[in-house]
């Protein structure tokens, strides 16, 4: 997951400065963002508007996959597929929603976040999705 776009999703976004976090992951992604693979979306950029202190990149400043109609459309098969898998339980909505961003922009996902896996796990969901530090690892 190092040469294709990958989409960082709030999950990951907010362990980035995270002490605990792997250094050899840390400069993996920051390598990642300085080449410019590394990209925002809308629900990330409402996330971190909201006062909180950011990790060292603003998001902004990313490149930004902008949601499409035929991701809108992917997020509700998706979440059909999962209802029908009987896994969608507590998945947020807008998790559906990044995931169909994702893949209509040909992108991974970086997460922090097991619906993500269940994501990729229950659906035809057409990206990998990478989480940043081994679930639970991380505060």
Do not use: K, N
Request: aromatic share 6%.
């Amino acid at each position: 997951m190092s040469s294709t776009l990958v989409l960082l999703v709030a999950s990951a976004f907010w362990r980035l400065g995270s002490p605990q976090l792997d250094p050899g992951r840390r400069r993996q992604v920051t390598d990642w963002i300085a080449r410019g693979i590394v990209a925002a979306s809308t629900p990330l950029l409402l996330e971190t508007r909201a006062g909180r202190d950011l990790p060292p990149v603003d998001p902004g400043e990313l490149p930004c996959l902008w949601i499409t109609e035929r991701a809108e459309r992917r997020a509700t098969e998706i979440q059909q597929q999962l209802r029908t898998a009987h896994q969608h339980l507590g998945v947020p909505p807008l998790d559906y929603l990044i995931a169909a961003i994702a893949e209509d922009h040909g992108a991974s996902i970086l997460h922090y976040d097991a619906d993500f896996e269940r994501l990729t796990a229950h659906t035809d969901l057409a990206v990998p999705a990478d989480a940043l530090a081994p679930l639970g690892s991380l505060p």
